[in-house]
């Protein structure tokens, strides 16, 4: 694989989030403040990738920029502090930055005064020490969504358009990057590795860069407000200190399944804890409460418990309709075939032909 290859990959890049990091610097769409955040991220992100081709650059260009040489591999060590301060950001509504966030930036701080300074330091211990640092954070971002998964089950009713499958998405594929890269620079130390591989590797890292640095940047101007997340305070104090008493339970219960015979507010798909809680004038916190201790499930659970009867009566009364099972899932409900159909198809007393053959 050609040099020349890598370097015009790594220059376009490189080019790209440093316009992607100007356009959400400026952005005013939802949280400015993430924005900010996802920004400093693409910039780190294209100064380090400058770093790795600034012989090319200078030799393009013409212009001397060798005191960058050193500085934009520091930069690095931003990658994971920034993309876990931006996962946070994305999860709690109540999120801001905090004195105590400076800690996530310490080392990056040291190794650029010491680059700054021309300080010698180790190439070897320098990496070691990127990929010990940005590695937790990694892991720590695919923890934080998928929490933040789960607990949108107490909330919604449909969660495909809010599960951040998208972010998981582009943190594991930087992780998956970052293995790579760290798989590399093993092999080159303990001389494992030719040159055609080394090559080939590096490559497939910024190729994974470029994609998902792309995919991030649109995804996050697109994300709507509203589905910022649920509040830390929400996580931490669910149902502590709270004054609901069994008597009130009881009652709350018996008017929700009573609204839900009556009405049937399930066959809304958009359905939230929200709007129940409004229509049988309760609080959100203690109808959640009511659902999740009273009959062991969550709002998610709940609500989809009902559109799978609903679904079960129509097939059942209807067994000679024309109706597909992609309707019958519609018209009750749930508005994702692949997570609708697995629970009717778990049903014992099903044996409606359409739904075995699923006619989708």
Same mark, same amino acid.
């Given at each position: ?5 890598? !370097? ?19 952005? +005013? ?58 996962? +946070? ?71 495909? +358009? ?33 040159? !055609? ?81 409004? +229509? ?39 067994? !000679? ?40």
């Amino acid at each position: 694989m050609s040099i020349i290859l890598i !370097d015009s990959l790594a220059v376009v890049t490189a080019v790209l989030l440093l316009i992607f990091s100007a356009f959400a610097y400026t952005s +005013k769409k939802g949280s400015v403040l993430r924005h900010k955040i996802l920004a400093s991220f693409l910039l780190a992100n294209a100064l380090y990738i400058i770093d790795f081709c600034l012989p090319v650059i200078i030799n393009v260009t013409g212009i001397n920029l060798s005191w960058f040489n050193g500085i934009g591999t520091s930069f690095g060590f931003l990658f994971g502090p920034l993309l876990y301060l931006y996962t +946070k950001s994305i999860t709690q509504k109540d999120f801001s930055l905090k004195t105590i966030h400076l800690i996530h930036v310490s080392l990056f701080v040291i190794i650029f005064i010491a680059s700054v300074a021309k300080l010698s330091i180790s190439e070897n211990y320098l990496y070691a020490a990127l990929y010990l640092q940005t590695t937790p954070y990694m892991i720590a971002c695919i923890k934080i969504i998928l929490n933040y998964r789960q607990t949108l089950k107490n909330y919604f009713s449909s969660i495909d +358009k809010l599960n951040l499958t998208w972010l998981l998405y582009v943190v594991g594929a930087f992780f998956v990057m970052w293995m790579i890269d760290f798989t590399n620079f093993i092999m080159i130390n303990l001389e494992l590795t030719n040159h !055609d591989l080394r090559i080939s590797l590096v490559f497939l890292s910024l190729i994974i860069n470029f994609v998902f640095a792309i995919l991030i940047f649109f995804k996050a101007l697109q994300h709507p407000e509203i589905f910022a997340g649920t509040t830390e305070t929400e996580k931490q104090q669910k149902y502590e200190q709270s004054r609901l008493t069994e008597e009130e339970k009881v009652e709350y219960l018996q008017k929700l399944r009573e609204y839900f015979k009556e009405e049937k507010p399930y066959l809304n798909p958009e359905l939230t804890i929200t709007e129940v809680a409004h +229509k049988l004038n309760v609080s959100v916190k203690y109808l959640s409460q009511v659902i999740n201790e009273s009959l062991g499930k969550n709002f998610y659970d709940f609500i989809n418990s009902y559109r799978v009867e609903e679904a079960k009566h129509q097939l059942i009364k209807k067994s !000679d309709s024309r109706k597909t099972v992609l309707e019958v899932l519609y018209d009750s409900g749930f508005n994702s075939n692949l997570h609708s159909i697995l629970p009717l198809k778990s049903t014992p007393d099903l044996h409606r032909p359409s739904l075995e053959n699923n006619h989708l």
